[in-house]
């Protein structure tokens, strides 16, 4: 079946930096793009950007933009996002979600918890 | 970027009833709008794209309509496991952009 299987909770320090990993299986990982989409507590979602799989185009959130990358690794089927210089605003669960270019997001990890605390 | 408002906030609803949530755009989305179920400790599930087609293995119960800037997610008969939290999304621009949702109580 298809499934998106992310890694698991990370603690950091304000200032450090997180990669969350999305390893996908049960379909064509290239034919797809992936989302990566965030959550604070008690919070709506929030997009954060988009990679096409294909070619590696990327679309960022203007707001994150200078502080986030995204990556694939068609080899392994994996998608990475690295958030840098983070704040205690971005603690928050982190999802990753399987979409084609602007459509909708149809099949999603089960999140990553972020904590950023000194 | 398009603004996308939920109203409203929480709906309180008895099992068996009707609930009919909104959602607004700023500016025309077309049909690009989707509706996502998010149930507590879980990741949201896509239920409706392209305003009103269900997505794979979601019931008949639920419904969407609209198009340009005004949309609705009909649920036509409340169950158990329908009480949950609801997100519109836009996916006409970037970037794309979420609701702040509608909880869906039991009365």
């Known amino acids: ?118 | 970027e398009i603004v996308m408002t939920q109203s409203p906030a929480t709906l309180s609803v008895s099992p068996g009833e009707r609930a009919t949530l909104s959602c607004r755009a700023s500016q025309s989305v077309s049909s690009n709008l989707a509706w996502y179920q998010q149930k507590p400790g879980q990741a949201p599930r896509l239920l409706i794209y392209d305003a009103s087609t269900r997505a794979t293995g979601i019931p008949a119960r639920f419904s969407g309509s609209g198009s340009g800037t005004e949309f609705t997610l009909t649920i036509s008969s409340l169950q158990s496991e329908d009480f949950a939290v609801y997100y519109c999304q836009q996916y006409n621009n970037w970037p794309v952009t979420f609701g702040q949702g509608t909880k869906v109580e039991i009365k």
């Open chain 1, 1 to 118: 079946q298809v499934q998106l299987v992310q890694s698991g909770a990370e603690v950091k320090k304000p200032g450090a930096a997180v990669k969350v990993s999305c390893k996908a299986s049960g379909y064509t990982f290239s034919t797809y793009g992936i989302s990566w989409v965030r959550q604070a507590p008690g919070q709506g979602p929030e997009w954060m950007g988009w990679i096409s799989a294909y070619n590696g185009n990327t679309n960022y959130a203007q707001k994150l933009q200078g502080r986030l990358t995204m990556t694939t690794d068609t080899s392994t089927s994996t998608a990475y996002m690295e958030l840098r210089s983070l704040r205690s605003d971005d603690t928050a669960v982190y999802y990753c979600a399987r979409n084609s270019f602007l459509r909708p997001m149809d099949v999603w990890g089960k999140g990553t918890t972020v904590t950023v605390s000194s």
